[in-house]
Nanobody, 114 residues
Framework: QVQLVESGGGLVQPGGSLRLSCAASGFTFSRYTMKWYRQAPGKERELVATIGGSTNYADSVKGRFTISRDNAKNTVYLQMNSLKPEDTAVYYC??????????WGQGTQVTVSS
């Protein structure tokens, strides 16, 4: 059974940091490109960061967020620094190998507020 389980979300003040984790099971993790998306209320889901052969970031998070993975632990991380209120969203983990093999986590809420 395929599972992606996100954790690490919460409430943080502007300028603070959080590290999200996404633990994967039920598929060959190392073969998959891993992505973090986010969706704020009333907005479309947005691609935040990707890690496969290389890493890529949305312009809005470059220099503040870092995506990494540990294939031995089947886990992908998103280190988020210098958080802003506009980073408030539900963050989702995504695994993709080919279009017919893509999986989603349930999401974790990140709220940046004073």
């Amino acid at each position: 059974q395929v599972q992606l389980v996100e954790s690490g979300g919460g409430l943080v003040q502007p300028g603070g940091s959080l590290r999200l984790s996404c633990a994967a099971s039920g598929f060959t993790f190392s073969r998959y490109t891993m992505k973090w998306y986010r969706q704020a209320p009333g907005k479309e889901r947005e691609l935040v960061a990707t890690i496969g052969g290389s890493t890529n970031y949305a312009d809005s998070v470059k220099g503040r967020f870092t995506i990494s993975r540990d294939n031995a632990k089947n886990t992908v991380y998103l280190q988020m620094n210098s958080l802003k209120p506009e980073d408030t969203a539900v963050y989702y983990c995504n695994a993709i190998w080919i279009p017919s093999r893509t999986y989603w986590g349930q999401g974790t809420q990140v709220t940046v507020s004073s």
